[in-house]
Nanobody, 123 residues
Framework: QVKLVESGGGLVQAGGSLRLSCAPSGRPFSRYAMGWFRQAPGKEREFVAAISRSGWLTDYADSVKGRFTISRDNTKNTVNLQMNSLKREDTAVYYC????????????????WGQGTQVTVSS
Protein backbone atom coordinates (compact mmCIF):
# COMPACT_ATOMS: atom_id res chain seq x y z
CA GLN A 1 0.00 0.00 0.00
CA VAL A 2 1.22 3.47 -0.89
CA LYS A 3 -0.17 6.61 0.68
CA LEU A 4 0.32 9.86 -1.23
CA VAL A 5 0.11 13.33 0.29
CA GLU A 6 0.24 16.44 -1.89
CA SER A 7 1.23 19.90 -0.74
CA GLY A 8 2.07 23.28 -2.17
CA GLY A 9 -1.21 24.34 -3.70
CA GLY A 10 -2.68 27.79 -3.21
CA LEU A 11 -3.77 31.01 -4.83
CA VAL A 12 -1.48 32.73 -7.33
CA GLN A 13 -1.83 35.46 -9.91
CA ALA A 14 -1.62 34.66 -13.60
CA GLY A 15 2.00 34.55 -14.69
CA GLY A 16 3.14 33.41 -11.27
CA SER A 17 4.64 30.13 -10.10
CA LEU A 18 3.86 27.35 -7.67
CA ARG A 19 5.68 24.20 -6.70
CA LEU A 20 3.67 21.13 -5.79
CA SER A 21 5.17 18.28 -3.85
CA CYS A 22 4.06 14.72 -3.25
CA ALA A 23 5.41 12.63 -0.42
CA PRO A 24 4.62 8.95 -0.79
CA SER A 25 4.83 6.62 2.17
CA GLY A 26 4.66 2.87 2.39
CA ARG A 27 6.46 0.73 -0.15
CA PRO A 28 9.77 1.93 -1.60
CA PHE A 29 9.16 5.05 -3.57
CA SER A 30 11.69 4.15 -6.27
CA ARG A 31 9.50 1.21 -7.36
CA TYR A 32 6.82 3.50 -8.71
CA ALA A 33 6.47 5.74 -11.68
CA MET A 34 4.70 8.94 -10.66
CA GLY A 35 2.24 11.22 -12.30
CA TRP A 36 0.36 14.44 -11.79
CA PHE A 37 -3.21 14.87 -12.91
CA ARG A 38 -5.71 17.67 -12.44
CA GLN A 39 -9.44 18.15 -12.41
CA ALA A 40 -11.25 21.42 -12.86
CA PRO A 41 -14.89 21.92 -11.80
CA GLY A 42 -17.25 20.29 -14.25
CA LYS A 43 -14.42 18.69 -16.21
CA GLU A 44 -12.89 15.25 -16.36
CA ARG A 45 -9.59 14.46 -14.72
CA GLU A 46 -6.74 15.14 -17.13
CA PHE A 47 -3.09 14.21 -17.38
CA VAL A 48 -0.48 16.84 -16.53
CA ALA A 49 2.93 15.17 -16.26
CA ALA A 50 4.59 11.83 -15.52
CA ILE A 51 8.04 10.60 -14.58
CA SER A 52 9.53 7.12 -14.69
CA ARG A 53 10.92 5.28 -11.68
CA SER A 54 14.47 6.37 -12.41
CA GLY A 55 13.51 9.84 -13.51
CA TRP A 56 14.99 9.37 -16.96
CA LEU A 57 11.65 9.49 -18.76
CA THR A 58 9.15 12.30 -18.51
CA ASP A 59 6.00 13.18 -20.34
CA TYR A 60 3.81 16.27 -20.37
CA ALA A 61 0.41 17.31 -21.58
CA ASP A 62 0.67 19.70 -24.50
CA SER A 63 -1.07 22.38 -22.48
CA VAL A 64 1.74 22.54 -19.92
CA LYS A 65 4.85 21.81 -22.01
CA GLY A 66 7.48 24.46 -21.53
CA ARG A 67 5.80 25.76 -18.37
CA PHE A 68 5.69 22.79 -15.97
CA THR A 69 8.54 20.53 -14.89
CA ILE A 70 8.19 17.24 -13.07
CA SER A 71 11.09 15.89 -11.02
CA ARG A 72 11.76 13.32 -8.34
CA ASP A 73 14.31 12.65 -5.65
CA ASN A 74 14.34 8.97 -4.74
CA THR A 75 16.65 9.62 -1.80
CA LYS A 76 14.13 12.02 -0.27
CA ASN A 77 11.00 10.18 -1.43
CA THR A 78 9.49 13.19 -3.11
CA VAL A 79 8.12 14.08 -6.51
CA ASN A 80 7.65 17.71 -7.46
CA LEU A 81 5.79 19.68 -10.06
CA GLN A 82 7.24 23.11 -10.74
CA MET A 83 4.58 25.25 -12.40
CA ASN A 84 5.62 28.50 -14.05
CA SER A 85 3.77 31.06 -16.16
CA LEU A 86 0.50 29.92 -14.66
CA LYS A 87 -2.72 30.66 -16.49
CA ARG A 88 -6.30 30.85 -15.28
CA GLU A 89 -7.04 27.62 -17.10
CA ASP A 90 -4.52 25.86 -14.85
CA THR A 91 -6.98 26.27 -11.98
CA ALA A 92 -7.88 22.80 -10.72
CA VAL A 93 -7.36 20.25 -8.00
CA TYR A 94 -4.02 18.59 -8.65
CA TYR A 95 -3.52 14.93 -7.82
CA CYS A 96 -0.37 12.90 -7.38
CA UNK A 97 -0.53 9.26 -8.48
CA UNK A 98 1.72 6.19 -8.40
CA UNK A 99 2.03 3.46 -11.01
CA UNK A 100 4.06 0.23 -10.93
CA UNK A 101 4.90 0.65 -14.60
CA UNK A 102 5.53 3.83 -16.51
CA UNK A 103 2.45 4.54 -18.56
CA UNK A 104 2.61 8.28 -18.96
CA UNK A 105 -0.83 9.78 -19.20
CA UNK A 106 -2.90 6.61 -18.90
CA UNK A 107 -4.69 7.46 -15.66
CA UNK A 108 -6.41 4.05 -15.52
CA UNK A 109 -3.01 2.46 -14.99
CA UNK A 110 -2.25 4.35 -11.79
CA UNK A 111 -2.91 2.37 -8.65
CA UNK A 112 -2.58 4.93 -5.88
CA TRP A 113 -3.88 8.48 -5.66
CA GLY A 114 -3.52 11.34 -3.24
CA GLN A 115 -6.37 13.48 -1.95
CA GLY A 116 -5.43 16.42 -4.13
CA THR A 117 -4.34 20.00 -3.57
CA GLN A 118 -6.17 23.04 -4.90
CA VAL A 119 -4.43 25.41 -7.30
CA THR A 120 -6.25 28.64 -8.12
CA VAL A 121 -4.90 31.11 -10.64
CA SER A 122 -6.45 34.57 -10.62
CA SER A 123 -6.31 37.13 -13.40
Amino acid sequence: QVKLVESGGGLVQAGGSLRLSCAPSGRPFSRYAMGWFRQAPGKEREFVAAISRSGWLTDYADSVKGRFTISRDNTKNTVNLQMNSLKREDTAVYYCAADREYSGGNYKSYEYWGQGTQVTVSS
